[in-house]
């Protein structure tokens, strides 16, 4: 007889969307890992995001947490766009972003203009 697991003293997860935008500010902040536990959530917010007309801005200030899925993610996003003929613009790098980079020796193929995000 197969043994019911107790839930006792497990907490309930909150779930946060990994990426927010308001209409007073379009811009999409990416307030999430981006490692390969959070980035299936994350490139579905910002996939789906690419497929909408218009130009798209994403601040990457915020993100705390970055592994070579997430750098992959933010390449992959270019490549969407350039073949859609959109205009992605990446505002703000994180200092875990920025150090991942570097690490990889890919510091010029995600241009980030300074953010203007709150920290």
Do not use: W
């Not at 994403?58 to 073949?83: F, K």
């Amino acid at each position: 007889m197969a043994r019911k697991k107790s839930s006792e003293g497990v907490q309930p997860q909150t779930v946060v969307a990994p990426v927010t935008a308001s209409p007073e500010d379009p811009v999409l902040y990416v307030d999430a890992s981006l490692d390969i536990q959070h980035i299936e959530q994350v490139a579905a917010s910002l996939m789906g995001r690419l497929a909408a007309p218009g130009a798209v801005t994403i601040d990457l200030s915020r993100v705390s947490n970055v592994d070579t899925a997430g750098v992959q993610l933010l390449l992959a996003l270019c490549n969407e766009a350039s073949g859609r003929g959109m205009n992605l613009e990446f505002r703000g790098q994180s200092a875990a972003l920025t150090e991942a980079l570097s690490l990889l020796g890919l510091q010029g193929k995600i241009p980030a203009a300074p953010s203007h995000a709150t920290q």
